[in-house]
């Protein structure tokens, strides 16, 4: 019996690292072609190889991607203007086959959407809409269709940056971790939107309760994380290569602390992706442009945060993704085509280019799959 024991516990221990050797993950990306689309990967810890399960082919621009909890069903925007805006879209996906069935697709009355969220009860689907500066809200069924529009928000004004800001922007759709509330970035006027959501409401969002937070001018905040607790918020200024550390309380928001990414300080910058380690005391922020580099932010004891290290990338680091573990950072390079694999100390939180990159037609996002 001793013997037998043993053996099964030697089993479940070679189980248990082989369900963790490798992560899958969803890969958005821009297309030129319809042999191009989402790519869904597998990545080996230990090797740091990265091979392609399948592409989920005619779908144009499919620059942002989810799935909901049970990943059986994949929503993706489709990022081009139109008469009627861009796409959103949404795959079946089979788990035994690997295969995806596209569902259904409608248009977002907004161009180029690059951003959607899920509602926590997974009956809506928020769509931002960063050319018209608007976004739409659209039912979801238990099968993962997509019922027409219930909603269409335009934001409206501008701010200080002619380039970039001469209306607004809707960048990111992001939901609160703990409170009912939706928060939107808008880089073209400069604020970040918090709106109440009631899931049992037919347009989800109530807009006549919405609060306003306004940035200095010209700052474009693009994406936003929380810590797991939603009291503080970490902010991509993308025109200032800046991240902002912001406290949230009642409906409020009240920026701590800014720090410079890059050297020069610059008023028409390339900051992007911003994510927060698990134990919430790194964090991660990529920039574009001249620079192309992903760099580090330590907490400090008191409470302020510090860059500690600065890393090159690939052209374009649109976006990144740690990995099960916070072990490994895996970096989307759009213009090189490529994604870089960083190992990451998980104590220091500093990171390691590994000698490994895999080669993918301009990838520019990433979901845990």
């Known amino acids: 019996m001793k013997n037998h024991f043993l053996l099964f516990l030697v089993l479940l ?3 248990s ?14 297309t030129e072609n319809n042999s ?8 080996d810890v230990k090797t740091n190889k990265i091979s392609v399960n399948a592409v989920i082919y005619d779908v144009k621009n499919p620059s942002f991607v989810i799935s ?6 994949v929503i993706a925007v489709e990022e081009f203007p139109s008469k009627s805006g861009g796409k959103v879209t949404s795959f079946a996906f089979d788990a035994t086959t690997k295969n995806f069935q596209k569902i259904n697709s409608v248009d977002t009355f907004g161009d180029d959407p690059c951003y959607v969220s899920l509602s926590p009860n997974e009956k809506f689907i928020v769509v931002g809409n960063y050319s018209s500066g608007n976004y739409t809200v659209f039912p979801m069924d238990e099968n993962g269709k997509i019922g027409e529009k219930v909603l269409l928000i335009q934001h409206e004004g501008k701010s200080v940056n002619r380039d970039r800001q001469r209306g607004p922007h809707v960048h ?14 808008d880089l073209g006027n400069d604020t970040v939107e918090i709106v109440p959501f009631n899931q049992n409401n037919t347009s989800l969002v109530e807009t006549e309760n919405a609060f306003a937070y306004h940035t200095i001018p010209g700052k474009g905040p693009r994406h936003i994380v929380f810590d797991k607790t939603g009291n503080y918020m970490f902010i991509t200024f993308e025109l200032t290569n800046e991240v902002g550390i912001a406290k949230y309380e009642n409906n ?7 720090i410079l990414l890059t050297d020069i300080p610059t008023l028409n910058g390339s900051a992007a992706e911003v994510r927060l380690s698990e134990d919430g005391n790194f964090l991660y922020a990529s920039v574009r442009g ?3 580099v992903l760099v580090v932010l330590q907490k400090q004891k008191e409470g302020s945060w510090k860059e500690i290290q600065t890393v090159s990338t690939g052209l374009v680091p649109r976006n990144f993704i740690l990995t099960n573990n916070d072990q490994k950072i895996l970096v989307a390079n759009q213009d090189s085509n490529s994604i870089w694999i960083f190992d990451r100390d998980t104590k220091t939180g500093l990171l390691t280019k590994t000698q490994e990159e895999f080669s993918i ?9």
């Open 172 to 185: 990111s759709v992001v939901f609160h971790p703990t409170e009912n509330k939706l928060f939107f970035t």
């Open 17 to 30: 690292c082989s369900s963790t050797k490798k992560q899958s993950f969803l890969v958005g990306t821009y």
């Open 290 to 292: 001249m620079d192309n």
């Open 13 to 15: 221990f070679f189980l």
């Open 252 to 258: 409020k928001l009240e920026l701590l602390q800014t």
């Open 36 to 43: 191009q689309g989402i790519n869904y990967i597998d990545f």
């Open 68 to 73: 909901n909890k049970a990943k059986t069903v």
């Open 361 to 369: 037609h301009k990838p520019v996002y990433f979901w845990s799959f």
